[in-house]
């Protein structure tokens, strides 16, 4: 069974622009859920959806936002980065709502300048 | 707040030494616990799992960890450590009704020859 997949693998934004993430689920799996992982915070969790809807949201500001699409595909945006938003970006899926064992993906490392 | 601690930042050992890491957990009501890996380059693995049941729990590569609820503690242990585990490792927990994994720092080891 393939793994989680993110794309873009690695993105260089400017302050103030928006960029959008991609996740791919497991096969199967109809729950996402997105991580940000920073040296300074270690892993926060962003928000999880489940059949398309957002069900859990973490502590962050409202530039992050995200979407399911009917095939679990999921995707993040954030809107008029700021240099403290580059991270490495992980997506996870699981079977279930998220409150069981969740399979990373590699993540996408964002870099705002 | 519901909260992940993990006591040791760094920890370098020796190869055939024994490890343990700590974990230590603030939440109300019935917990999911978890310990993840990440290797040098890799993403998020998980190494093992407590949902119910009996309190020691074997994962992969040797490792296993011990649920004591009265301490509010979900110990990682391996008798020997070798030097391919050298990695990051994260305890994570989650409550039964949450979607949301919270992640202590994490540890980082290093395993010398």
């Known amino acids: 069974k393939a793994g989680v997949t993110q794309t873009p693998r690695y993105l260089i934004k400017t302050r103030g622009q928006q960029v959008t993430l991609s996740c791919s689920p497991i096969s199967g799996h109809r729950s996402v859920s997105w991580y940000q992982q920073t040296p300074g915070q270690g892993l926060q969790f962003l928000f999880e959806?489940?059949?398309?809807?957002?069900?859990n949201k973490g502590n962050f500001p409202g530039r992050f936002s995200g979407r399911q699409f009917s095939n679990s595909r999921s995707e993040m945006n954030v809107s008029t980065l700021e240099l403290g938003d580059s991270a490495l970006y992980l997506c996870a899926s699981s079977t279930i709502q998220g409150s069981y064992e969740q399979y990373f993906g590699p993540g996408t490392r964002l870099t705002v300048t | 707040a519901q909260s992940v601690s993990q006591h040791n930042h760094h920890v370098i050992l020796s190869e055939a030494a024994s490890l343990e890491l700590g974990c230590n957990y603030s939440?109300?009501?019935?917990?999911?616990l978890f310990w993840y890996v990440q290797y040098p380059g890799q993403h998020l693995q998980l190494l093992l799992k407590y949902f119910s049941g009996d309190p020691l729990v074997k994962g992969i590569k040797g490792f296993e960890a011990e649920f004591i609820k009265s301490k509010f503690s979900f110990n990682l242990r391996k008798p020997s450590v070798q030097w391919s585990d050298t990695a990051e490792y994260f305890c994570?927990?989650?409550?039964?009704?949450?979607?949301?994994?919270?992640f202590g720092k994490g540890t980082s080891l290093l395993v010398t020859p």
């Open positions: 939440y109300g009501g019935t917990v999911n």
């Open positions: 959806y489940f059949s398309e809807t957002q069900r």
């Open positions: 994570a927990v989650t409550s039964n009704s949450g979607y949301a994994l919270n």
